[in-house]
């Protein structure tokens, strides 16, 4: 009777997973149809990353109470499970209407099918020509846009124009290419013991993929090349890359970085510059600034992230919007979408750490409030953020090989043989993941 | 406590005084019919069948094909379980596990014990002591793992402050940066939150045991070890033996402590088997094979399990 | 038909018999009874065990206390050198960021406490059942089910995450506080079945004999007149049942998606992890006191449960 009880058990069990298993795919979204994200009602279900949770809670009332027959449900969703829990959410066929995702993680679901394709909706809005192309780019396949952007999230070069004045030295002029600001950085470590030319989190994989990659994009060139799904690795024989891990290696051989920047993995990001104590330092407006004392954002100055041979770059981080293929309401989904895009929203993301992914949001009242938040803005076609199914692997985790070059190039042996080993490394997880 | 043991002593079996009396599964089916047996056992393995074995014969089919997370899949056959082993990430995981799990097994036991004889006299505050020791396995060990993130930070954690104000170090190491450092950080942090539970087990075993005994071994001038030895642990033998169980197999299983202290780092030095097998199916986005590298995984502690039970049994 | 398990004679954490260690053997046994004064009580015994008892209070005590004190710091005086200017400066500002409204962090003790519970009592009926079934009743297949049982005790919870997932999806059951329920009883059951059989074991048949004789129906037996006898082994099947539940979060997050659904750890996760992997220790450390209390509460409370049994004989003889 037991066994009895069990098969039944073991047999209902595998009739469910084999229905669920079968459900291949999901019913494309058709976003040409003239009424979508017109006349929507019902709820929208909306994910969001934790980190960002704060500031969309607030778009969520705003937008809630201005739609009375539309409303939208919010989870957040940590970080760290946010793919997974979306694959398979996709995979039980009952996907959110819409997700806010981190845009490095868009292409791996619109690289297979998962999202809908919105470009004729995307493209007929009026401030499309405003839109970050970073982002965009990361939303794009084969012509097509998968998605729109959100939120951005930035890295910068953080200067104290205190400590700079107090070396002489011109901040513009300083930071111009690698060779000057290496100069610059030793000067303003000669000026006190405890006072560091430069700052970064030594140990912290996404920190470091996130300050130093620039440098390198500046010049046009990435880790990777070719179109997505195809790609090679492209490290030996990548000058701007090896030029920048020289770079770093003199900052630590010289000391002018602190000697904690080894095991720093990034618990307190940015709490030396806000002391004062850091000349020039690589960062998100949002790790930098809300916590800064008033006093200490008045001497805070950015600049965009130069290469060794003084073009400029800046990470396009931050997250997209996008809406799943099988959603139950992405008409509503994209109401909410274009609500989130809205000038009024979009201007108030600083506050929450955050850049708009429009250009036309930096207006003068936006300027005057945020002097620390336009930079991106006004340059917004040289953000860069790469295209590819892999950048968690190649760059985030803690084993990536990015992160392991890095540390090699710069507290070991040196950027030949890291770049080297990185080679061969990223050579073989593009092809696990891309097979 | 089983009946073996207790036939062995002939001490402390419980019996109501009308003579042997033989627990276990009744032969007097009129009172104890089989059916019943049956029924009763009936929603245990139901709830196993549908939310374990079910997925569990799936994932078996997962196994066998390419399974990505997102994205359509092939059968591939017998192909993930035959590049098990070249999985460089995976076959590390493996020697580090057998190694935590040799470090931790006899210091779980054994400080398990010690505290429990500590508590079994029963004097004065042994209450008080039982509860206390048994605090860090009911706190958790996910929100212990938490909690030390915290203490274990170079400079400001509590662990560095203690080893400045003691002289020993400087008060800068980066423990969970350091895989040797990370490793005997999250042993001792095991070790400590786990040895609660043997405490509890082994103790209530004890009590089974009578004074009796204990008096008759003084009078014959033993010595505390070797009452221990010779007269303790082989009556709570089958107890000591099923902790030693539920331990390893928690062992080789270990994987919150290491994802939210090390994230299995630096690299994959400290990744244990349930890490390696996440981070390929999750991150990797391969679940095809971490699910073959996970029915390994369970056919392994299945045959360590069997073979524990069968090298620890009672040779009665 | 015996399987290896019964083979090999082994029996389950038995804390059961802590009511049993006073029955009666024609009266040779002593009662244990509050502190019993030992032949062996020696001074130096005495102050060994007061060292001992001490030095590891202090190993097991002060860390719990030292994260409480942590939890009322500032964040920057928790990720800055202790310096003693600051270092007892407390406030409640990281309880007042834990419980902010965005955080939904009491919905998500509510819900713990009610699928937590949920499972404790789920648990501790179903591992009774089994546990008497195994214990007392010889069907065809025991050893085979039992092992089944207890396979489920193997099996990493990563492994069987997805099928396990698109299954209770087929069934409706995710995405609600039922399903998570069924499903932690399931992982907890092994344990319990263990504790459960084992307990029913070290009971004489006699007792139930003489139960049905006198002519109680099944359910009156078990409920009554073994009450005593099992009330340990089930409050032990249901305190790790609760402790289980009460952490857990791959599988809460994994099937709830309803952000009011959450429980206890997915919320304070959201909170924890920013960006980059950064954490907001002041978050980690309140919330981390926040999961402890309950537990701690929880487990303090069931002491009676075990005291009982110890200080007075169940079975006279």
Not at chain 2, 238 to 248: D, G, Q, Y
Not at chain 3, 17 to 43: I, K
Not at chain 3, 133 to 139: N, P, S
Request: proline fraction near 5%; aromatic fraction near 10%; include cysteine.
């Amino acid at each position: 009777m037991d066994r009895r009880a069990f098969l039944a058990g073991g047999l209902a069990g595998g009739a469910a997973l084999a229905l669920a298993g079968c459900s291949g795919t999901l019913p494309k979204v058709d976003a040409r149809v003239a009424s979508f994200g017109r006349n929507a009602t019902g709820t929208v279900h909306v994910w969001c990353r934790s980190a960002t949770q704060a500031g969309l809670t607030a778009a969520v009332a705003g937008f809630n109470k201005a739609n009375p027959k539309l409303q939208v449900e919010l989870t957040p969703v940590p970080d760290g499970q946010y793919v997974t829990k979306l694959a398979t959410a996709i995979r039980g066929g009952e996907p959110p209407d819409v997700v806010d995702i981190d845009d490095i993680n868009s292409q791996l679901f619109i690289f297979r099918e998962a999202f809908a394709d919105l470009t004729d909706v995307v493209k007929g809005l009026d401030y499309f020509d405003a839109i970050s192309p970073g982002h965009l780019r990361l939303l794009e396949y084969r012509d097509r846009y998968y998605g729109l952007p959100y939120l951005a999230d930035n890295s910068q070069l953080f200067v104290n124009t205190e400590l700079f004045d107090r070396a002489g030295l011109d901040v513009e002029d300083a930071t111009k290419d690698l060779d000057s600001m290496l100069a610059a950085a030793k000067a303003i470590r000669k000026t006190g013991d405890d006072v560091y030319g430069w700052s970064i989190s030594g140990n912290a994989a996404g920190i470091i993929g996130f300050v130093t990659q620039p440098h390198v994009w500046a010049t046009g060139v990435d880790m990777m090349s070719g179109e997505v799904g195809k790609q090679t690795a492209n490290i030996t024989g990548n000058e701007a890359l090896e030029r920048m891990l020289e770079f770093y290696r003199q900052l630590w051989k010289d000391g002018v970085l602190s000697k904690a920047t080894y095991a720093d993995a990034g618990t307190t990001w940015g709490a030396d510059f806000r002391a004062g104590k850091v000349g020039i330092f690589p960062t998100s407006y949002g790790a930098t600034v809300p916590a800064a004392t008033k006093a200490m954002r008045a001497k805070m100055q950015t600049v965009l992230i130069p290469s060794w041979d003084g073009k400029r770059s800046f990470f396009d981080g931050g997250d997209n919007m996008c809406i799943p293929n099988g959603a139950a309401n992405p008409s509503g989904g994209w109401a909410f979408m274009q609500y989130a895009n809205g000038l009024q929203q979009q201007q108030a993301l600083p506050d929450g750490g955050y850049f708009p992914t429009r250009s036309d949001a930096a207006t003068p009242a936006y300027r005057k409030k945020y002097p620390l938040a336009f930079g991106p803005l006004d340059a917004i076609e040289k953000g860069y953020a790469p295209q590819t199914l892999a950048y968690n692997l190649l760059v985030n985790q803690p084993s990536s090989p990015y992160f392991a070059m890095f540390r090699e190039a710069v507290f070991g042996s040196g950027a030949a043989a890291a770049m080297k080993t990185a080679q061969s490394d990223y050579t073989r997880i593009l092809d696990q993941v891309q097979a | 406590m089983t009946t073996v043991s207790n036939r062995r002593t002939g001490a402390g079996r419980p019996t109501v005084g009308r003579g042997v009396s033989r627990p276990g599964p009744s032969r007097n089916s009129l009172t104890h019919p089989p059916r019943t047996g049956a029924v009763l056992v009936t929603p245990a393995i139901v709830f196993v069948a549908v939310f374990v074995l079910a997925p569990l014969v799936f994932a078996l089919y997962i196994s066998f094909t390419n399974w990505p997370l997102i994205g359509p899949y092939r059968f591939i056959g017998l192909q993930n379980y035959l590049t098990l082993f070249q999985d460089p990430t995976f076959v590390h995981a493996i020697g580090y596990t057998l190694l935590y799990t040799a470090i931790v097994t006899v210091p779980i036991l054994a400080l398990g014990y010690f505290l429990a004889v500590l508590i079994r006299a029963r004097r004065r505050g042994s209450t008080f002591l039982r509860t206390v020791f048994f605090l860090p396995y009911v706190v958790g060990l996910t929100t212990l793992s938490f909690m030390l993130v915290l203490e274990a930070q170079p400079n400001s954690g509590a662990v560095n402050m203690v080893l400045r104000w003691l002289g020993i170090t400087d008060g800068s190491t980066a423990w969970l940066v350091n895989g040797p450092l990370a490793t005997l950080l999250i042993c001792v942090l095991v070790v400590w939150a786990v040895s609660g539970l043997t405490m509890v087990l082994v103790m209530s075993a004890m009590q089974g045991i009578p004074d009796e005994v204990y008096e008759s071994a003084q009078l014959e001038g033993a010595s505390w070890w070797q009452t221990e030895r010779l007269i303790t642990m082989p009556m709570i033998r089958s107890t000591l033996a099923l902790s030693a169980i539920i331990s390893v197999i928690g062992s080789l299983l270990a994987f919150n402590q290491f994802y939210i202290l090390t994230q299995g780092g630096p690299g994959t030095e400290t990744t244990t088997i349930v890490n390696a097998i996440y981070n390929r199916g999750f991150v990797n986005l391969q679940l095809g094979a971490a699910t073959a590298e996970s029915i390994a995984l369970v056919v392994v502690i299945a045959a360590v399990t069997v073979f524990q039970f069968w090298a620890l049994r009672e040779k009665d | 038909m015996s399987t290896t398990a019964s083979r090999a004679g082994l029996a389950a954490p038995d804390l059961s018999t802590r009511t049993l260690t006073t029955s009666g053997d024609g009266g040779r046994r002593r009662h244990h009874q509050g502190s019993v004064r030992h032949p062996r009580d020696t001074a130096v015994k005495r102050t060994l065990y007061v060292i001992a008892g001490v030095g590891a209070t202090l190993v097991f005590g002060v860390p719990l206390i030292w994260s409480i004190l942590r939890a009322f710091q500032s964040e920057a005086v928790i990720t800055q050198a202790a310096d003693p200017a600051t270092f007892f400066q407390l406030g409640w500002q990281n309880f007042a960021a834990v419980f902010s409204p965005s955080s939904h962090l009491l919905t998500g003790v509510v819900n713990s406490l009610v699928v937590s519970i949920a499972t404790a009592v789920l648990t501790a009926v179903i591992a009774t059942m089994a546990g008497y079934g195994f214990a007392r009743f010889r069907f065809r297949g025991s050893g085979v089910v039992f092992g089944l049982v207890l396979l489920t005790m193997m099996v990493p919870f990563q492994a069987i995450l997805t099928p396990l997932y698109l299954e209770m999806n087929a069934m409706k059951l995710t995405n609600s506080l039922l399903g998570l329920v069924l499903f932690y009883t399931t992982v907890n059951l092994p344990f319990g079945v263990f504790v459960m059989r084992n307990a029913f074991e070290s009971i004489p048949t006699e007792l139930e004999d003489s139960a049905f004789v006198d002519g109680a129906s099944r359910f009156r037996v078990v409920v009554s007149v073994l009450r005593p006898l099992l009330l340990p082994g089930a409050a032990t099947a249901a305190l790790y049942a609760f402790l289980a539940s009460w952490t857990e979060f791959l599988g809460a997050l994994t099937f709830l998606t309803k952000d009011s659904l959450y429980t206890l750890p997915v919320a304070l996760l959201n909170l924890q992890t920013g960006a980059y992997g950064q954490v907001s220790y002041g978050n980690l450390v309140a919330g981390s006191v926040v999961a402890m209390i309950p537990c701690i509460a929880l487990y303090v409370g069931l002491q009676r449960f075990y005291v009982a049994g110890l200080s007075s004989g169940a079975l006279k003889g």
